[in-house]
């Protein structure tokens, strides 16, 4: 049953995602893309990973589309710039590309002896014994908290400089500043 | 029917690649970083795959590392993405207030 | 004593380096009174340790080490000074004519601008040859041999503005790099043979040692010999290494330096001894290069060439007594040469002074009235070259004769030898005296005579203007004249080769044979030139005497023969390399070629970077695949 639920979401993911990269109008791809991590969260709850899929929820399908949605709301593109103007060759070789990478990277799922070696086993099936709370939120908290802290401490001096990088790329700088400090930049030459 | 590891891999294998579709044949800026967001699921995912593998009977012999693991790496992977999101999505704005432009093909400062 | 053989070289050196590095703001007194000093003082150590060498028991030497000079893992060169009876005559000799020579050229090259330079080079010269002399290894001896081929080089280019002389300079370098060669490898095959460069340890073993070994190491060394000695085939550059300064001719290419190669030999007389295949090629080689440079002195008109070719003719002699394995005698020939020699030098440049640097003998003549002392001491000179009875050259070579004739050793055609030598005298004798009877007999032609040749000064002096040269350079004269007067008395064979047996029979009428041939030579050339000069002019005008006198006028073509069997196909070659490997191949292809292949590559790889963040994700991509790719098909999956 579990098994069926993860083929089913995988089969509707992959869907949701070439729909995401394909539609013309962004706002479409967002709201595909919180379909796409939604059922990325259920394949997450078959997993065992009960923290995971709530979390994904949150941050994916909550915090960054929020923010997605609200930078295309904030630039509010007109249909002319929505028109991307990409030549069929390029989309050509973009998908010849991608499959080409899928086709290598089946390959080498294929043939690695490791994962082979995992051959039939259910990963919706039963769990080692001293695995038995593995996903589940205490664990996590222990493990991160203890086992994991010096990365855990990294991250968020990662995200903090993120937050301070986001602040000053999107202050925007009084007129009077931005005469002395701004060098003259190349105009692009084509602009659409 | 069981869901074996491989099965999962190949999924992954195709999210992550239509993700990279997705970088290489659009030309809004925003678009293209919601296909890399589609490639670090894609990759979470398959992290998931193998920490799942290595709790069951079959698979704890081969964990080098704790059960819970692979929960902590997905936690890594999905804080960097919210901060590459945040990072990415601010320099659109800068540049889109700059050029008037989310296309892609309008940055070509890096030639030198 | 014994404890200062070491400044027997460093007196001289540090002149030269007094006089190199100071003697511009010295003045020329200072660097005339440094240069001749330095030697002097040299000559002074020479003669005492010489003293203690001759009163000693015979095999007694001074040593003197100063420890290594090259430390190469098993390979240990030791800077080391011996004087034993050999080294202490050659001492002697170098430093007692040099400073004769030193002496005279203060007055001969009084008001050179390069008068300090010309005194450096000398003194460096004096060091560098009595290192060579009295080097106890035979490294230390190459550096002595390459530093007086260096100075030889200098001095014969030392008026470098005439083209003629940097040539001639260059020449005579290239030339002994071809000995120096051989040289060379002969050390390295010594090495590889005794495994010491001493030649205390050489001479004890050379006994023992294979035989074609020997024979090697000795051809080998034979050749370096070749080139420094001036022997054939390697003579070319002694004649015209004459465009140097007189005093230079004089000291290095007559008394000091050119004898080296006979030094070599004598050193090393043991080691040659065991190949006497060498010693057959060695006399062989002396004797033909005795008769041939004679045979071109004949024809000769420039005043110092005729005196070349004499001094390699005379070199020849003294190899084919090397040859004989009588390397006593040949040190015999060696010494009394060296002062006759250089007595001729001197006096030819005494000549070349009063004449104000003329040196064509045909604008000579009838000198004798003016320049009295000068004719009476070259009369000296030539008598003792010719071989006059009594004189030193009369004794040394007919020594040489007697060896060649009935002496030493088990050497091949000694008949033949001993008839070239003996031949070689008599033409001695006649070009010696063609030569006197030129410059100081018949009548003045200086004046009136039309240019001669392009190179000497057309002066056009008047006979009454030829003054005699001052006196610095008289007394250098008359002391040689006195030693190759009286030097065929010293009995340096016996000392230095105690053990030498030299028949006796035969040396009685060998000496009046010699004698006889001296004066029948000298006679002839008086009688020819100064009574019967039409004779001449109608034999050379005569269809055989034309051809011989075009054959001996032209040196026999022996340059002109280099020119076109080694100089020319060795310049083809260097065309070849310069146009084909230089030009195409490291020019055209490999430094534009790369340029070029580089800045290709570069237009062709800056498409790659079109400044599009899409074109760079693509290249990413196929970055990605490619190295996917490979670690696949690498892992063989």
Redesign the interface.
Same mark, same amino acid.
């Given at each position: 049953m /579990?098994?069926?639920v993860? $083929?089913i979401s995988?089969i509707l993911?992959?869907a949701s995602?070439?729909l995401?990269?394909t539609r013309k109008n962004?706002v479409y791809? *967002?709201i595909l893309?919180v379909v796409?991590?939604l059922l990325?969260s259920l394949?997450?709850l078959? $997993?065992?990973?009960p923290?995971?899929a709530v979390?994904?929820v949150l941050?994916?399908g909550g915090?960054?589309m929020v923010?997605?949605v609200f930078?295309?709301m904030?630039?509010n593109?007109t249909e002319e710039?929505?028109d991307?103007?990409?030549e069929p060759a390029?989309?050509l070789? *973009?998908?010849a590309?991608?499959?080409?990478?899928?086709a290598?990277?089946?390959?080498?799922?294929?043939?690695s002896e490791?994962?082979?070696?995992?051959? /039939?086993? /259910? $990963?919706?099936?039963?769990?080692?014994d001293?695995?038995a709370r593995?996903?589940e939120t205490r664990?996590?908290g222990?493990?991160?908290f203890s086992?994991?802290i010096l990365?855990?401490e990294f991250?968020s001096i990662?995200?903090f400089? *993120?937050?301070i990088? *986001?602040?000053y $790329?999107?202050k925007?700088r009084s007129a009077n500043e931005r005469r002395t400090t701004e060098p003259a930049?190349?105009?692009?030459?084509?602009?659409? | 029917m069981t869901l074996s590891l491989d099965l999962c891999l190949y999924l992954c294998a195709a999210v992550f690649s239509i993700g990279v579709y997705g970088v290489l044949s659009r030309q809004n800026i925003i678009v293209i970083l919601m296909s890399l967001e589609l490639m670090l699921n894609g990759v979470n995912l398959a992290i998931i795959s193998f920490g799942r593998y290595f709790i069951t009977p079959e698979g704890s012999a081969l964990s080098g590392t704790g059960a819970s693991s692979s929960q902590i790496f997905v936690i890594i992977v999905l804080a960097i993405a919210a901060a590459e999101a945040a990072v990415g999505l601010a320099i659109l704005l800068a540049v889109y207030r700059r050029w008037r432009s989310a296309r892609v093909s309008d940055m070509r400062l890096l030639k030198g | 004593m014994d404890k200062l053989i070491f400044l027997i070289p460093l007196l001289p050196f540090l002149g030269f380096l007094v006089n190199g590095l100071l003697g511009r703001r010295l003045g020329d007194r200072a660097v005339a009174i440094i240069g001749c000093a330095s030697v002097a003082g040299a000559f002074a150590i020479s003669v005492s340790s010489f003293l203690q060498v001759y009163d000693a028991k015979p095999d007694t030497f001074l040593q003197q080490d100063f420890g290594a000079w090259i430390q190469a893992g098993d390979l240990s060169v030791s800077f080391g000074l011996v004087i034993d009876s050999l080294s202490g005559v050659m001492c002697l000799v170098v430093t007692g004519v040099g400073l004769l020579i030193h002496i005279y050229s203060t007055g001969y090259m009084k008001g050179d601008a390069g008068y300090y330079r010309f005194f450096a080079y000398l003194n460096l010269f004096m060091a560098s040859m009595l290192v060579l002399v009295a080097a106890d290894n035979i490294v230390l001896m190459f550096l002595g041999w390459e530093g007086v081929g260096l100075c030889s080089y200098l001095l014969i280019g030392f008026w470098y503005k005439g083209l003629a002389n940097c040539s001639a300079g260059i020449k005579a370098f290239v030339v002994n790099r071809i000995g120096d060669l051989g040289f060379l490898l002969g050390i390295f095959a010594i090495w590889a043979v005794f495994d010491s460069f001493k030649f205390s340890d050489i001479v004890a073993d050379a006994a023992t040692k294979d035989s074609s070994a020997a024979f090697w190491i000795c051809l080998l060394l034979f050749v370096g010999a070749c080139g420094k000695s001036a022997q054939i085939p390697l003579y070319v550059w002694l004649p015209d290494a004459m465009a140097g300064p007189t005093p230079v001719s004089a000291l290095i290419h007559a008394a000091t330096m050119v004898t080296s190669g006979v030094y070599l030999l004598a050193r090393l007389g043991p080691l040659f001894d065991a190949a006497p295949g060498v010693l057959t090629i060695v006399a062989t080689i002396g004797a033909l290069t005795a008769l041939l440079a004679a045979l071109i002195a004949f024809s000769q008109n420039d005043i110092k060439k005729v005196l070349a070719y004499s001094t390699v003719s005379q070199l020849g002699y003294m190899f084919l007594a090397a040859g004989m394995g009588a390397y006593s005698v040949a040190i015999f020939h060696v010494v009394t040469h060296a002062f006759f020699k250089a007595l001729l030098f001197l006096g030819a440049g005494a000549v070349i002074h009063s004449l104000h640097h003329e040196q064509d003998m045909r604008r000579m003549g009838g000198l004798r009235r003016r320049l009295p002392w000068t004719f009476a001491l070259y009369l000296i000179g030539g008598l003792a070259l010719s071989g006059f009875p009594l004189t030193a050259g009369f004794f040394s070579k007919d020594e040489i004769l007697h060896v060649a004739h009935s002496g030493l050793g088990n050497i091949g055609p000694r008949g033949v030898l001993w008839g070239i030598g003996l031949l070689t005298a008599l033409f001695t004798a006649f070009y010696t005296f063609r030569q006197i009877a030129l410059v100081f007999f018949g009548s003045y032609r200086g004046a009136s005579e039309p240019q001669a040749s392009e190179e000497s000064a057309a002066h056009g002096l008047e006979l009454d203007k030829v003054k005699e040269s001052p006196l610095s350079m008289r007394i250098p004269l008359i002391v040689l004249a006195a030693l190759s007067l009286t030097g065929g008395f010293l009995a340096i064979p016996h000392f230095l080769q105690p053990g030498i047996e030299i028949p006796e029979d035969g040396k009685i009428s060998g000496l009046i044979i010699g004698g006889i041939v001296s004066i029948a030579g000298i006679a002839a050339a008086l009688t020819i030139y100064l009574r019967f000069p039409q004779a001449l002019k109608g034999f050379i005008s005569s269809a055989p005497g034309k051809l011989a006198h075009r054959l001996s006028s032209r040196k026999f073509y022996v340059d002109e023969i280099y020119q076109k069997l080694i100089i020319r196909p060795i310049g083809i070659m260097a065309e070849i390399c310069f146009y084909v490997v230089d030009r195409l191949i490291i020019d055209i292809l490999l430094v534009h070629g790369s340029g070029f292949g580089a800045s290709a590559l570069g237009h062709l790889l800056r498409r790659l970077q079109d400044g599009r963040t899409p074109t760079y994700a693509a290249w990413f991509l196929a970055g990605a695949i490619v190295v996917l790719a490979v670690t696949l098909w690498a892992a063989g999956g």
């Open positions: /579990d098994a069926l993860f $083929l995988g993911m992959i995602g070439l995401v990269v962004p791809s *967002a893309l796409f991590f990325t394949n997450f078959v $997993l065992r990973s923290f995971l979390i994904q941050v994916y915090a960054i923010l997605f930078v295309l904030l630039l593109l710039e929505l991307e103007k990409v390029r989309k070789l *973009a998908g590309g991608s499959v080409l990478l899928f290598l990277l089946a390959w080498a799922i294929h043939s490791r994962i082979q070696a995992a051959g /039939d086993t /259910d $990963l919706t099936g039963p769990v080692n001293s695995a593995a996903g664990e996590i222990q493990s991160l086992e994991h990365p855990f991250t990662l995200i400089i *993120a937050i990088g *986001a602040i $790329l999107t925007t930049v190349e105009q692009p030459e084509e602009r659409a | - | -």
